[in-house]
């Protein structure tokens, strides 16, 4: 089992930044992946970032503003937000996976007002 916890959400203006950290617990050595989904009202959750083995993803939307980083000797995963449009608004969830499970944090309020 794997534990997650976010923080760093909030409210901003646009252009503005946020960090979002996620901090693991459990059996992380089992971890292959971790990021970043949202979830806006009314829409589906969507991947906002993700890394792998060393390798990162990004959703189209968000390249060149976000950026995802691990630190393994904390066991966190932080999304770096900036530039932030209204359009990002949404429910910010951590989730790491291993070879037979995905673990989601509670998720974390990010709201950018124009």
């Known amino acids: 089992q794997v534990q997650l916890v976010e923080s760093g959400g909030g409210s901003v203006q646009a252009g503005g930044s946020l960090r979002l950290s996620c901090a693991a617990s459990?059996?992380?050595?089992?971890?292959?992946?971790m990021g970043w989904y949202r979830q806006a009202p009314g829409k589906q959750r969507e991947l906002v970032a993700r890394?792998?083995?060393?390798?990162?993803n990004y959703a189209d939307s968000v390249k060149g503003r976000f950026t995802i980083s691990r630190d393994n000797t904390k066991n966190t995963v932080n999304l770096q937000m900036n530039s932030l449009k209204p359009e990002d608004t949404a429910v910010y969830y951590c989730?790491?996976?291993?070879?037979?499970?995905?673990?989601w944090g509670q998720g974390t309020q990010v709201t950018v007002s124009s």
């Open positions: 989730y790491a996976r291993d070879a037979g499970n995905t673990y």
């Open positions: 459990g059996s992380i050595r089992s971890i292959n992946s």
């Open positions: 890394i792998f083995g060393g390798i990162t």
